[in-house]
T-cell receptor, first 119, second 115 residues
């Protein structure tokens, strides 16, 4: 199956600093990638949709100025958590959309996630 | 709004027992249906998916799921579980017809298989 990587796998930072997380589709091109956040013992919550060459679409309640998304190429999307605070500590997961056929058959392949701890 | 519900939050089974995890969604239009699995300490992996055609789909590791359109259900089954199936299982749905097509997850079912 399609492979999606994330880097780094974990990061610890001080409050007030910015952290960049990379998401790459390794063996397919993805015009659309997604960023999720997973809280302990909960399901994934979609934060934003990252579109190659255009602005990201953020879900309600997600601060676009805090979570900057850049999708500069068909295989790379980045999420930057700006001025991180302890409440931003979480598990961030990206996925990349792979189309099978037409516009109603798609599969999302997930990266391994990045665990962020803000002290 | 579209939603996905998984009926069981925790399931504990002995090895060789049969498994059925329930999943229901709320949307009357075109859907793509998925089951993902997350093994301890690992990332989400696609178990199986349904787009169209035969409503009984087979996935990896002996899992299968049946799409019953009239019941808005997509239950996951395995006739005989193994200890290595211990993981969290997520049902997910993509709906088409609205402004955006998003993957909506259920809350997950944690399966523990006792050896």
């Amino acid at each position: 199956g399609a492979v999606v990587s994330q880097h780094p796998s974990w990061v610890i930072c001080k409050s007030g600093t910015s952290v960049k997380i990379e998401c790459r589709s390794l063996d397919f091109q993805a015009t659309t990638m997604f960023w999720y956040r997973q809280f302990p013992k909960q399901s994934l919550m979609l934060m934003a949709t990252s579109n190659e060459g255009s602005k990201a679409t953020y879900e309600q309640g997600v601060e676009k100025d805090k979570f900057l998304i850049n999708h500069a190429s068909l295989t790379l999307s980045t999420l930057t958590v700006t001025s991180a605070h302890p409440e931003d500590s979480s598990f961030y997961i990206c996925s990349a959309r792979d189309w099978l056929a037409g516009d109603t058959q798609e599969t999302q392949y997930f990266g391994p996630g990045t665990r962020l701890l803000v002290l | 709004a579209q939603s996905v519900s998984q009926h069981n939050h925790h399931v504990i089974l002995s090895e060789a027992a049969s498994l059925e995890l329930g999943c229901n969604y709320s949307y009357g239009g075109t859907v793509n249906l998925f089951w993902y699995v997350q093994y301890p300490g690992q990332h989400l992996q696609l178990l199986l998916k349904y787009f169209s055609g035969d409503p009984l789909v087979k996935g990896i590791k002996g899992f299968e799921a049946e799409f019953i359109k009239s019941k808005f259900s997509f239950n996951l089954r395995k006739p005989s579980v193994q200890w290595s199936d211990t993981a969290e299982y997520f049902c997910a749905v993509i709906t088409y017809g609205g402004a955006t097509n998003k993957l909506i997850f259920g809350t997950g079912t944690l399966l523990a298989v006792q050896p």
